[in-house]
T-cell receptor
Framework: SQTIHQWPATLVQPVGSPLSLECTVE??????LYWYRQAAGRGLQLLFY??????ISSEVPQNLSASRPQDRQFILSSKKLLLSDSGFYLC???????????FGEGSWLTVV | QKEVEQDPGPLSVPEGAIVSLNCTYS??????FMWYRQYSRKGPELLMY????GNKEDGRFTAQVDKSSKYISLFIRDSQPSDSATYLC?????????FGTGTSLTVIP
């Protein structure tokens, strides 16, 4: 069966510090991978998605970036965090033949 | 206009009640419809999905899709305190997924 792991679960970072959130998927190959941010009352905001290694589409211009160094690994990064980057970040996966999307456990980021 | 509209609630019901959660959408290209349950500080978990108009039942949960009205519903029978969570509807078009903002549900013992 397929599983998705996301870490760290919680982190507190100072303004201006770098960020790295990592996500891996097991049990499937060539998944579509997604990073979302969830804010209270605003639903899920798509940040990045990837249909293959090195292929990243950005949906929202901001100081975040994403990379996909391996088929089932997706990384969300920032060089310098802003207060407004605080939130709940979710990694997710899907495939063209599975008509649903599956989420990781989420990462709570607080920028102080 | 958002592509998916969902009443945020909050919705509070007594244990054992029937709960009705609803979403409307505007894009006729949506073909797959999902419901997720999200507990506080956790990732959403898939409850049900369907791709056609009509009803789909799974235990106490029934998903209903009306493509002609662009309206989907999730019914929860015999609601339990453990059903207290936020429920999100979602729809797929190609590689993209579109989500409602979620309805917060509290089931009171």
């Amino acid at each position: 069966s397929q599983t998705i792991h996301q870490w760290p679960a919680t982190l507190v970072q100072p303004v201006g510090s770098p960020l790295s959130l990592e996500c891996t998927v097991e049990g499937t190959s060539n998944p579509n991978l997604y990073w979302y941010r969830q804010a209270a009352g605003r639903g899920l905001q798509l940040l990045f998605y990837s249909v293959g290694i090195g292929q990243i589409s950005s949906e929202v211009p901001q100081n975040l970036s994403a990379s996909r160094p391996q088929d089932r690994q997706f990384i969300l990064s920032s060089k310098k965090l802003l207060l407004s980057d605080s939130g709940f970040y979710l990694c997710a996966w899907s495939t063209p033949w599975i008509n649903t999307i599956y989420f990781g456990e989420g990462s709570w980021l607080t920028v102080v | 206009q958002k592509e998916v509209e969902q009443d945020p609630g909050p919705l509070s019901v007594p244990e054992g009640a029937i709960v009705s959660l609803n979403c409307t959408y505007s894009n006729s290209a949506f073909q797959y419809f999902m419901w997720y349950r999200q507990y506080s500080r956790k990732g959403p978990e898939l409850l049900m999905y369907t791709y056609s108009s009509g009803n789909k039942e799974d235990g106490r949960f029934t998903a209903q899709v009306d493509k002609s009205s662009k309206y989907i519903s999730l019914f929860i029978r015999d609601s339990q305190p453990s059903d207290s969570a936020t429920y999100l509807c979602a729809m797929r078009s190609g590689n993209q997924f579109y989500f409602g903002t979620g309805t917060s549900l509290t089931v009171i013992p």
